[in-house]
């Protein structure tokens, strides 16, 4: 069974950029679509990126797309999430999932994921 934690969230200025990273335990990390998600204060658990078990399909939510870039390096056990252009709208705990379905559409939906992380904070001042 592979664990999640994610690193990497801090506080930050809007315009500024973080790079999260979610660390997996357990030598099955490359057999899982990756993904990343976030919640704010009161608001749902919402999708923001996705990439597949080789490295492939990127895929973003439209409110991040162009601003924030996923990646994994399998050797490492790890997926990234790069944000640059931060903004208020960005703060919120953010949470890495894994999943073993593959489904055609990527690991974009909550319930979708098998396994999540504990979540790493990310805030971001006016």
């Known amino acids: 069974q592979v664990q999640l934690v994610e690193s990497g969230g801090g506080l930050v200025q809007a315009g500024g950029s973080l790079r999260l990273s979610c660390a997996a335990s357990?030598?099955?990390?490359?057999?899982?679509?990756m993904g990343w998600f976030r919640q704010a204060p009161g608001k749902e658990r919402e999708f923001v990126a996705a990439?597949?078990?080789?490295?492939?399909?990127?895929y973003y939510a439209g409110s991040v797309k162009g601003r924030f870039a996923i990646s994994r390096d399998n050797a490492k056990n790890t997926v990234y999430l790069r944000m640059d252009s931060l903004n208020p709208e960005d703060t919120a705990v953010y949470y890495c999932?894994?999943?073993?379905?593959?489904?055609?559409?990527?690991?974009?939906?909550?319930?979708?994921?098998?396994?999540w992380g504990q979540g790493t904070q990310v805030t971001v001042s006016s």
């Open positions: 990439i597949d078990w080789s490295g492939g399909r990127p």
């Open positions: 999932a894994a999943s073993l379905r593959h489904l055609s559409s990527g690991l974009v939906r909550v319930n979708d994921a098998d396994l």
């Open positions: 357990g030598r099955t990390f490359s057999n899982y679509d």
